[in-house]
């Protein structure tokens, strides 16, 4: 019976322990640029007794960016600024991948190059809103369908972003295909009604998800690529007809891959970037999916020390990814470890702002 404490891999990343922090968008990164700074360092070097830390996502390109100060990876000033985090990670004995990231259809104007609309697999205007450049909050508009002939440039943009996040320093990345953003909007066909080979049928449909992976695979071979994905969440106006049958193709095929982790959010905490209520009766996707992908399986979605330590033992997944509890617990593990009670945390200060809310938790 695996235990929260023993140590494992995720193909050639090493994990000292099975509690991961999760990605967590945190819109602190320097302007102009969008560029990781020293205080983003420091947060991150807080929580380096983390197993592993998956940084918060990363847009793949200006196009991919979908809310205001959220980091890139696609200049060379990103570049270098995240030299500042794996470094101030590195030093304090942790590991860290990063979450590249393409928005899709969950942005804005004021967001993209020359004020276009944001684009996505089809012209379907998904519930809600974002925030401006300017941090106004703004309804979404119609996207603009992706054009066949855009897709190699797309590809190439999580590539390139895969190579400068080598060129940072990192211990892999994980590409996001969760939470109702690009990739996943393309494996849903709530969002996905195209008719060509990226449309239609659920090969189809993943096309695009394993064709990143390829490219960003091609970079950093598998044994260090994880994968993240939400099956049955509903966060960012998402839906399918048949998740069992979708998700379960894109883990088979991310196991012929040998792709490093499979990261499932469970859909009881779709939500919880926004809100902290918990979505009912829906399934369990760890139990669900788990015989479904042959390799590492990290499982995220409102654990408690007790949960996790159950799932892991269970078998059920490999390792936990905390997110809440991460930010205003920088020594999680240690606290899971010493039986202490979690500190509460304040979601005043979850987006945006400075110290406050984000270093400044007791360590
Ligand atoms: C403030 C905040 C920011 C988040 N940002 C991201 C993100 O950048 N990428 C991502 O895949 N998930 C993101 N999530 C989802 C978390 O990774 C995680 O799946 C979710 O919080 C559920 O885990 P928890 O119950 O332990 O908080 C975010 C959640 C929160 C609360």
Redesign the pocket.
């Given at each position: 019976m695996a235990h929260l404490f023993e140590k494992t891999s995720f193909g050639s990343i090493q994990l000292a322990n099975r509690i991961v922090m999760?990605?967590?968008?945190?819109m602190r990164s320097s302007q102009p640029g969008n560029v990781p700074n020293e205080l983003m360092a420091n947060y991150y070097a807080q929580r380096a007794t983390a197993g592993l830390i998956i940084s918060?996502?990363s847009q793949v390109s200006q196009q991919g960016q979908g809310y205001p100060g959220t980091p890139g990876i696609h200049s060379p000033e990103q570049t270098e600024g995240w030299k500042l985090v794996t470094d101030a990670v590195h030093k304090a004995g942790g590991t860290i991948v990063l979450?590249l990231?393409h928005v899709g259809r969950i942005s804005h104007r004021s967001h993209q190059p020359g004020g276009a609309l944001p684009v996505a697999p089809s012209a379907i205007k998904p519930e809600g809103g974002t925030f401006s450049a300017d941090w106004q909050p703004v309804a979404f508009e119609t996207p603009r369908a992706l054009e066949l002939s855009e897709i190699p440039g797309l590809i190439e943009d999580f590539r390139r972003a895969a190579s400068n996040a080598k060129d940072a320093g990192f211990d892999g990345v994980e590409v996001?295909g969760?939470?109702g953003y690009l990739l996943d909007q393309f494996l849903q066909d709530g969002s996905n009604q195209r008719t060509d080979q990226y449309g239609g049928t659920i090969e189809n449909r993943a096309r695009l998800l394993l064709e990143v992976v390829d490219a960003v695979v091609g970079v950093w071979g598998s044994d260090r690529v994880g994968v993240?994905l939400s099956p049955y969440g509903t966060f960012n106006d998402m839906r399918d007809s048949d998740p069992v049958k979708l998700f379960t193709y894109v883990l088979g095929r991310l196991s012929q891959r040998g792709v490093a982790y499979a990261h499932l959010?469970e859909p009881r905490?779709s939500g919880?970037?926004g809100g902290d209520s918990v979505v009912e009766n829906v399934p369990d996707t760890a139990e669900l999916f788990r015989s479904a992908f042959n390799g590492a399986l990290l499982s995220?979605?409102?654990?408690t020390a007790d949960t996790a330590k159950h799932v892991v033992a269970a078998g059920l997944a490999d390792a936990v990814?905390?997110?809440?509890?991460f930010?205003s617990n920088p020594n999680l593990p240690r606290k899971i470890q010493e039986e202490a009670p979690f500190a509460p945390y304040d979601r005043s200060t979850?987006?945006g702002g400075g110290e406050k809310g984000y270093t400044d938790y007791p360590c």
């Open positions: 999760a990605p967590l968008t945190r918060e996502a979450q990231w996001h969760a939470n993240r959010i905490s919880a970037g995220a979605g409102g654990y990814a905390f997110g809440r509890f930010i979850f987006y």
